[in-house]
């Protein structure tokens, strides 16, 4: 994984409803796909987890065709699997059954007797800690699913009496334990022929061709603060907050080094014809950097407004990418 690189967009909107009208945009029906669906590393059940190649350099991209990512959701397709997955294991990798559930502190047994103490009849109870056990919890709010291994105590509290013929007289569980089995099922999606030739994974930039002014290239993709349907990420706030996101699939550079000079180029525009970027508005690039599982702030700058194009050339300059 040390080879790999993914780049990676974000652009920060400021959303005045007392002041702005937002619609839907005017949509270029030939660039846009027909599904979108916003990757995340969190989880559901039935959920995708899609798989993806990586692309080789030279990476080029003047936006005139759509070359974005479709998520496939048809589960009877042949490169779609299922997958089952168990939240609690027993340390030799057998599941407990569905209904076991389980205390992350000591539960008890109280056993009590009657003893002749001087002559007088007395209660004496003895509480005995109930064995606990370790288990292999999976944890099911992200992918890759990983695991503890953690001490756990069986859900039930024992109270026992010498003096009677049941044993024990009375056991009971607690309604809210600690941690229940539960199970998870997932669908891998295996990239497909049509995928190869992609290099985006996101559906959040708008692509189109009408947009910019003076544009260099045949289509260009706009950081609207709009989502891919043409709407607001979040009609409740007001505030700045992150929004658009072009993220491209991991480029594979195994055999480059840093002497082979390697450039990320592009160019922006901070105004055509849609609303002018304001002040506190920002366009940033970050890098991946696969080692430390981070991505790493490059460039940025902040809005202006300006019909002109602007071009940046970056150089690849660490062997952490």
């Known amino acids: 994984?040390?080879?790999?690189?993914?780049?990676?967009?974000?652009?920060?909107?400021?959303?005045?409803?007392?002041?702005?009208?937002?619609?839907?945009?005017?949509?270029?029906?030939?660039?846009?796909?027909?599904?979108?669906?916003?990757?995340?590393?969190?989880?559901?059940?039935?959920?995708?987890?899609?798989?993806?190649?990586?692309?080789?350099?030279p990476v080029i991209d003047d936006f005139s065709t759509n070359k974005f990512k479709n998520y496939l959701t048809d589960t009877s397709l042949s490169n779609i699997s299922d997958s089952n997955w168990y939240k609690i294991y027993d340390l030799d990798g057998n599941r407990v059954p569905l209904t076991a559930n389980y205390m992350s502190s000591p539960t008890f047994e109280y056993i009590y007797d009657s003893i002749n103490l001087n002559g007088l009849d007395t209660l004496s109870v003895l509480v005995n800690e109930l064995t606990p056990d370790t288990f292999l919890i999976y944890n099911f709010s992200f992918y890759p699913i990983t695991y503890d291994t953690v001490i756990l105590w069986p859900n039930v509290t024992i109270i026992d009496s010498l003096w009677t013929l049941a044993n024990p007289d009375i056991s009971y569980s607690d309604p809210s334990p600690d941690l229940t089995q539960d199970s998870l099922n997932l669908f891998f999606v295996q990239p497909v022929n049509e995928d190869f030739n992609k290099i985006w994974l996101d559906n959040d930039v708008y692509l189109n061709n009408n947009y910019s002014s003076n544009?260099?290239?045949?289509?260009?993709?706009?950081?609207?603060?709009?989502?891919?349907?043409?709407?607001?990420?979040?009609?409740?706030?007001?505030?700045?907050?992150?929004?658009?996101?072009?993220?491209?699939?991991?480029?594979?550079?195994?055999?480059?080094?840093?002497?082979?000079?390697?450039?990320?180029?592009?160019?922006?525009?901070?105004?055509?014809?849609?609303?002018?970027?304001?002040?506190?508005?920002?366009?940033?690039?970050?890098?991946?950097?696969?080692?430390?599982?981070?991505?790493?702030?490059?460039?940025?700058?902040?809005?202006?407004?300006?019909?002109?194009?602007?071009?940046?050339?970056?150089?690849l300059d660490s062997n952490l990418y």
């Open 1 to 57: 994984m040390k080879n790999i690189l993914t780049l990676f967009f974000l652009f920060f909107s400021t959303f005045s409803f007392t002041q702005e009208s937002l619609e839907p945009l005017k949509t270029n029906y030939k660039l846009l796909n027909g599904f979108n669906n916003i990757r995340s590393s969190n989880i559901t059940n039935n959920g995708f987890i899609y798989l993806t190649d990586t692309i080789s350099l």
């Open 215 to 315: 544009p260099w290239t045949l289509g260009i993709v706009t950081f609207d603060g709009l989502n891919a349907s043409g709407l607001p990420y979040d009609w409740t706030t007001g505030v700045t907050d992150w929004t658009d996101v072009l993220t491209s699939k991991p480029l594979f550079l195994n055999q480059k080094t840093i002497s082979d000079s390697i450039y990320f180029s592009f160019f922006f525009q901070s105004g055509g014809n849609g609303d002018t970027p304001e002040s506190d508005d920002s366009l940033k690039l970050e890098f991946y950097i696969p080692s430390n599982n981070q991505w790493s702030p490059i460039w940025s700058t902040h809005g202006f407004e300006s019909d002109d194009w602007f071009y940046q050339h970056i150089l």
